[in-house]
């Protein structure tokens, strides 16, 4: 989709981006895609100020084998 012009900085109505939806459920992959693709604010906040890596230290659902 990426390829095809998807604007991955859209946001839901929470203000959760592509970037934070697949840090939080561990989709690595996904991750790596959307930062290679650019255009990515790695910053950016939702509407409770809360950041990609701030959703994937405070998850208490991690992925198998990740560190807490």
């Known amino acids: 989709l990426l390829h095809h012009g998807a604007d991955a900085s859209l946001v839901n109505c929470s203000g959760w981006n592509a970037l934070m939806l697949a840090a939080l459920h561990g ?27 701030y959703k994937v230290s405070s998850s208490s659902s991690r992925p198998p084998g990740t560190a807490g």
């Open 27 to 53: 989709h690595g992959a996904v991750v790596r895609a959307l930062l290679r693709h650019g255009g990515q604010h790695v910053d950016a906040q939702d509407h409770m100020g809360e950041t990609a890596i």
